[in-house]
């Protein structure tokens, strides 16, 4: 079983950057690829950006590229997300993921394990 808890959410102004971590429990982190997914307000919850579980191949969608940066740290068991230049369409709650995929994936049905999320609120 694998836990996973995310932190690092908050206020920011529009331009701002804030980055988010997700902590992870076990001792499979270093078989695990690792997504991040967001649901805005009266939305469904989206793929923001993937990692896969050696780090060497990322993932974003369209409307984060360039701005989002997904990393992960073995020896914290720990995937971050660092969001620079947000934007007020960036607000969320911001969910970590976690999945024995070979790769990286945008589906939410590839990921088997999922933290309680974090609240990201953009001000413009």
């Known amino acids: 079983q694998v836990q996973l808890v995310e932190s690092g959410g908050g206020l920011v102004q529009a331009g701002g950057s804030l980055r988010l971590s997700c902590a992870a429990s076990g001792r499979t982190f270093s078989r695990l690829s690792m997504g991040w997914f967001r649901q805005a307000p009266g939305k469904e919850r989206e793929f923001v950006g993937s990692?896969?579980?050696?780090?060497?191949?990322?993932y974003y969608t369209d409307s984060v590229k360039g701005r989002f940066t997904i990393s992960r740290d073995g020896a914290k068991n720990t995937v971050y997300l660092q969001m620079n230049s947000l934007k007020a369409e960036d607000t969320a709650v911001y969910y970590c993921a976690a999945g024995y995929i070979l790769g990286t994936s945008k589906y939410e049905r590839a990921y088997d394990y999922w933290g309680q999320g974090t609240q990201v609120t953009v001000s413009s």
């Open positions: 990692i896969n579980w050696s780090g060497g191949s990322t």
